[in-house]
């Protein structure tokens, strides 16, 4: 912003405002940030696509036993359970290894950290969270295939 004085003899300055020089001054932290989160991203979508692909492929190795169960009388609802009990357990393993991970990772960055604690348990609630929301959205295609098996179709297959 120019900003002209009354008086003629004093030159034109620019005045810059301090939100501007504060974010200025930042801009390369809030750039960083905002590549983190975009890594984040890309990792979660990531976890996501190889956990599906882990389930579906146990599905299709199971397609007999799931046949069979379907034939002897189990509901669409306890194979899609039995599916996602699966997924689950596998997501509560990767967070039993993964939080004493982000523990210690909280110590090497805690100069960068803005607005949290190192250890802050919402933080590290609110990532679980989001954790299990995508494992049981990555698994829920295979087990829901999974108890639309056609009994007959599996047992010819045996």
């Known amino acids: ?19 501007a020089e504060i974010d200025r001054t930042i801009n390369r932290e809030i750039t960083f940030a905002k590549l983190c989160t ?3 991203v890309l ?9 599906y692909g ?16 379907m034939a002897l009388g189990a509901r669409r609802g306890a194979v899609v359970w039995m599916v996602l009990r699966r997924v689950l357990l596998l997501a509560a393993v990767g967070l039993a290894i993964s939080v004493p991970v982000a523990l210690t990772g909280f110590q090497l960055v805690k100069s960068l950290l803005f607005g949290t604690q190192p250890n802050d348990p919402g933080t590290l609630v ?13 698994g829920y295609a295979p087990a829901r295939r ?5 009994p007959l179709a599996a047992l010819r297959q045996e």
């Open 38 to 40: 975009g890594f984040a």
């Open 43 to 51: 990792a979660l979508l990531t976890a996501c696509v190889g956990l």
């Open 146 to 150: 999974a108890s639309r098996i056609d």
């Open 54 to 69: 882990t389930i579906s492929y146990s599905v299709t190795r199971r397609f007999g036993e799931i046949g069979i169960r």
């Open 126 to 138: 609110l990532a679980g969270a989001v954790l299990l929301s995508a494992a049981i959205l990555a």
């Open 1 to 19: 912003e120019i900003v002209r004085e009354a008086d003629s003899s004093i030159p034109v300055t620019n005045v810059v405002t301090q939100a």
